[in-house]
């Protein structure tokens, strides 16, 4: 099917490593978001970009997080220098633009374990 | 920061019967969606209400929303032991259409 990707579905890293999550999102869609779930918690935005253009960033946690959409589809989540507090399922969804509110279709998530 | 709050936080009911699910939130909001959640996979689009909608049916499924109380309930009729999800009620203020989830309702169905 042609639903969000998400990949790898599991990282596991060491703290102080780099690690950096992929989102491929349904063709076409114009909208992407990255969410963190903690366990047993609801998702927590992140970042939003509309085609390349990062237009909100106000949820990222720390300079270490960053993302990036350079081709307006296929956006990286990168996270440096690791810290065990930021283990958690990394979300990605994306939905097409335009008048009305469009649903956003989610990915499977990505479980980050912080050693 | 969660802007929602449901109730119950975990709810346990009979395969056939109805499972009611609450939802507060705190400000203004454009519309209020609820998406499902089953072990281990991304969240499912259940359905939306906008802010100048009182009732939205879809199915079994059945959502009101109160903006004088700021609250919302889902209403799943006929329960059937594959509704066993959890369930997250999520507000779009507008702003980029950024979802604010709450903290979720764990929704058991027992055959």
């Known amino acids: 099917g042609a639903g969000v990707s998400q990949s790898p579905r599991y990282k596991v890293a060491k703290r102080g490593q780099d690690v950096a999550l992929r989102c491929d999102p349904i063709?076409?869609?114009?909208?992407l978001f990255w969410y963190q779930q903690a366990l047993g918690q609801g998702p927590e935005f992140l970042t939003y970009?509309?085609?390349?253009?990062?237009?909100?960033k106000s949820g990222l946690p720390s300079d270490r997080f960053f993302a990036e959409r350079p081709e307006g589809s296929v956006s990286t989540l990168k996270i440096q220098r690791t810290q065990q507090e930021d283990s958690a399922v990394y979300l990605c969804?994306?939905?097409?633009?335009?008048?009305?509110?469009?649903?956003?279709?989610f990915g499977d998530g990505t479980r980050l374990s912080i050693l | 920061s969660q802007q929602g709050e449901e109730d119950p936080q975990a709810l346990s009911i009979q395969e056939g019967e109805n499972a009611t699910m609450n939802c507060s939130y705190k400000?203004?909001?454009?519309?209020l969606q609820w998406y499902r959640q089953n072990s281990g996979r991304g969240l499912v689009h259940l359905i939306l209400?906008?802010?100048?909608?009182r009732e939205k049916h879809s199915g079994r499924l059945r959502v009101t929303l109160d903006t004088s109380k700021k609250s919302s309930s889902l209403l799943i009729t006929a329960s059937r032991a594959a509704d066993t999800a959890s369930y997250f009620c999520?507000?779009?203020?507008?702003?980029?259409?950024?979802?604010?989830f709450g903290k979720g309702i764990t929704l058991s169905v027992r055959p």
């Open positions: 970009f509309q085609n390349e253009a990062q237009l909100d």
């Open positions: 400000t203004s909001i454009n519309n």
């Open positions: 209400i906008r802010s100048n909608e």
């Open positions: 063709s076409g869609h114009v909208s």
């Open positions: 969804a994306s939905s097409t633009y335009g008048q009305g509110y469009q649903p956003q279709h």
């Open positions: 999520a507000t779009d203020a507008g702003a980029n259409s950024k979802l604010t």
